[in-house]
């Protein structure tokens, strides 16, 4: 079955340190997003990418970078440089066409102590 | 994109039809209406959208007024799964990559 697979699901870090959150999609889509959740919010846009090798800012995009060298691939790095890292995140991805929706990834859940 | 105004909250009883409000005021003659849905600790699952027609598939019916300035989502039997929080959003299918989601509806079905 088609889908999006965020992985790991929990992640624990400790204050300072880097980490890298996975996103694979095999749909095909040609856009892929992340979003940031926080409790009782609406999602948030961190960064996005259109195409591969290309990708843009979003709302909130300080403290994270990501990459994008595989169309299935989209991972998104938590960097020091963020300073309330702890928050759900998703992944989501979209074909490129006005008539289809969003497909989300089921998240991963980051707690920095 | 144009702001969504959803009541924070609803309640509905198992096997009746949950009608989830949303008004867009400002919406744009090119905007469309998605609607959303997010179980709690889940990522947010698609559920239909529309432009100006009325649209129905099998999870449930898009009303849009005339004046596209609301719509109604229909869940027709709902279910104790029905309980999420629902989104109502409109954008342009072009462009702005932007997908925003505001606070939504929590929706609770009620047994």
């Known amino acids: 079955d088609g889908g999006i697979t965020q992985s790991p699901k929990y992640l624990f870090r400790k204050e300072g340190q880097n980490v890298t959150l996975s996103c694979e999609q095999n749909?095909?889509?040609?856009?892929m997003y992340w979003y940031r959740q926080d409790p009782g919010q609406g999602l948030r846009l961190i960064y996005y990418?259109?195409?591969?090798?290309?990708?843009q800012k979003g709302d909130i995009a300080e403290g994270y970078s990501v990459s994008r060298e595989k169309k299935e691939s989209f991972p998104l790095t938590v960097t020091s440089a963020q300073k309330n890292p702890t928050a759900f995140y998703l992944c989501?991805?979209?074909?490129?066409?006005?008539?289809?929706?969003?497909?989300f990834g089921s998240g991963t859940r980051l707690t920095v102590v | 994109d144009a702001k969504t105004t959803q009541p924070p909250s609803m309640d509905c009883a198992e096997g009746r039809a949950a009608n989830l409000p949303c008004n867009h005021s400002?919406?744009?003659?090119?905007?469309?209406v998605y609607w959303y849905r997010q179980i709690h600790s889940q990522g947010p699952q698609y559920i239909i959208h529309?432009?100006?027609n009325n649209e129905t598939n099998e999870m449930a019916s898009l009303i849009i007024t005339e004046d596209r300035k609301s719509s109604t989502l229909i869940l027709p039997h709902a279910t104790l799964r029905d309980t999420a929080v629902y989104y109502c959003?409109?954008?342009?299918?072009?462009?702005?990559?932007?997908?925003?989601f505001g606070t939504g509806t929590r929706l609770t079905i009620i047994p």
């Open positions: 989501a991805s979209r074909r490129d066409s006005a008539h289809y929706g969003y497909t």
């Open positions: 749909l095909n889509h040609d856009a």
């Open positions: 990418s259109q195409i591969v090798n290309d990708f």
């Open positions: 400002t919406i744009s003659g090119n905007e469309y």
């Open positions: 529309g432009l100006k």
């Open positions: 959003i409109v954008r342009v299918n072009f462009g702005n990559e932007k997908l925003t």
